[in-house]
């Protein structure tokens, strides 16, 4: 029975992201993140469990990226989609998908370059599955933190009464650079650390207190808006642990 335990976390991770899913396309980007959150919950403690109960399978790895495939991968694309809509202002016609005929002669299809993130979380978690170097660090961003990043932006959006901050999440030239810059940073080739820790001294893992500390009073101190902060630190102390070794 205990070889099942860490697929029924992951097939719960799956279940949330198929709830944010359709929060999201109903426009609920709150409840959407408050799903996707738990996902990855769910995502962390699937691969704790089967370390604990050393069931580790492959059809445990398979399953895990599939799940994530949903929560970390179709989920931030939907929200990128929605964050276009909200500034169709900037451009002449939005997509209509309430009817099946669409104007293309006047209809913009930028919003939909924010679906090019579902097809870069595919590939990276099709790499991961086959890249014997990623067992104890990661290459590239890994999906949940790079979701993270996206989802928090429709909650800065809703908590934040910054003018210029949310001007900014709303710019169609920032989700589009958004975007590409989220696909490139998913499957580059720069190493970053994994939290995983085989011993718990300060001393070897001291960029990672660090990390988890500073994480901790960005979220105190900024709630929502040190979300994005916390994976910027999180992508500049790996480029500096690679620097130093």
Same mark, same amino acid.
């Given at each position: 029975?205990?070889?099942?335990?860490?697929?029924?976390?992951?097939?719960?991770?799956?279940?949330?992201?198929?709830?944010?899913?359709?929060?999201?396309?109903?426009?609920?980007?709150?409840?959407?993140?408050?799903?996707?959150?738990?996902?990855?919950?769910?995502?962390?403690?699937?691969?704790?469990?089967?370390?604990?109960?050393?069931?580790?399978?492959?059809? +445990?790895?398979?399953?895990?990226?599939?799940?994530?495939?949903?929560?970390?991968?179709?989920?931030?694309?939907?929200?990128?989609?929605?964050?276009?809509?909200?500034?169709?202002?900037?451009?002449?016609?939005?997509?209509?998908?309430?009817?099946?005929?669409?104007?293309?002669?006047? !209809?913009?299809?930028?919003?939909?370059?924010?679906?090019?993130?579902?097809?870069?979380?595919?590939?990276?978690?099709?790499?991961?599955?086959?890249?014997?170097?990623?067992?104890?660090?990661?290459?590239?961003?890994?999906?949940?933190?790079?979701?993270?990043?996206?989802?928090?932006?429709?909650?800065?959006?809703?908590?934040?009464?910054?003018?210029?901050?949310?001007?900014?999440?709303?710019?169609?030239?920032?989700?589009? +650079?958004?975007?590409?810059?989220?696909?490139?940073?998913?499957?580059?080739?720069?190493?970053?650390?994994?939290?995983?820790?085989?011993?718990?001294?300060?001393?070897?893992? !001291?960029?990672?207190?660090?990390?988890?500390?500073?994480?901790?009073?960005?979220?105190?101190?900024?709630?929502?808006?040190?979300?994005?902060?916390?994976?910027?630190?999180?992508?500049?102390?790996?480029?500096?642990?690679?620097?130093?070794?």
């Amino acid at each position: 029975m205990k070889k099942h335990i860490p697929n029924i976390i992951t097939l719960l991770n799956l279940f949330c992201g198929s709830i944010a899913v359709i929060f999201a396309v109903e426009d609920n980007l709150f409840m959407a993140a408050v799903f996707v959150m738990l996902g990855i919950v769910f995502d962390f403690f699937d691969g704790f469990a089967a370390r604990i109960l050393d069931v580790k399978s492959e059809l +445990g790895l398979q399953l895990d990226s599939l799940a994530d495939m949903v929560t970390s991968g179709v989920v931030p694309g939907i929200v990128i989609f929605k964050l276009f809509e909200r500034t169709a202002g900037s451009f002449p016609y939005a997509l209509d998908f309430s009817t099946t005929e669409w104007n293309h002669g006047t !209809a913009s299809f930028i919003p939909l370059i924010g679906l090019l993130v579902i097809l870069a979380s595919c590939y990276r978690l099709a790499k991961f599955n086959i890249d014997t170097r990623q067992t104890d660090s990661f290459i590239g961003l890994p999906t949940p933190a790079n979701t993270l990043f996206i989802l928090s932006l429709p909650l800065v959006l809703m908590t934040n009464d910054v003018q210029w901050m949310n001007e900014v999440i709303l710019n169609k030239w920032f989700l589009i +650079g958004l975007t590409l810059f989220s696909c490139y940073m998913l499957n580059a080739e720069i190493p970053l650390f994994s939290l995983k820790m085989k011993t718990y001294g300060f001393k070897e893992n !001291a960029v990672k207190y660090i990390f988890l500390m500073s994480a901790i009073v960005m979220l105190v101190l900024l709630q929502f808006v040190a979300i994005p902060l916390i994976i910027v630190l999180y992508v500049l102390l790996s480029v500096f642990m690679n620097l130093k070794k």
